[in-house]
């Protein structure tokens, strides 16, 4: 499922649905780590292919911490295990696409099987 916010909603969110804040020049979003073992090396190449093919500024923030999402040292850095919230934030001409398409893998567990 696939919303986009236009005004603020107090609706709760599950970490399966993919939802799109619109922002001046860019989008947001979030997604919770629902891969067992978190946000290691493999699910954090995976994001980093993804972020890597926006134009897009793409931003990871995870307690207070901000990291690009198109470094593997900076995403590795925030050391997110299973179930921490990873707000997704970008800026530039293609901001919308990068954060559905990083929310979708997000929820596809990285295309990561055990």
């Known amino acids: 499922m696939v919303m986009t916010i236009k005004q603020k ?20 979003g979030f997604f919770i780590v629902i891969n067992d073992k978190g ?4 699910p954090s190449t995976e994001l980093v292919k993804c972020a890597a093919s926006f134009r897009s500024q793409v931003y990871l ?31 530039g001409e293609d901001a919308e696409a990068a954060v559905r398409k990083i929310l979708e893998l997000a929820k596809n567990k990285f ?3 055990y």
């Open 61 to 91: 923030t995870y307690e207070d911490i901000v990291v690009n999402a198109k470094s593997l040292l900076g995403i590795l850095t925030l050391a997110a295990g299973r179930g921490s919230r990873i707000d997704v934030e970008a800026v």
């Open 39 to 42: 946000l290691h090396t493999r």
């Open 9 to 28: 909603s107090r609706k709760k969110v599950s970490s399966t649905q993919l939802l799109v804040s619109k922002k001046a020049n860019g989008a947001a």
């Open 111 to 113: 295309y990561i099987h």
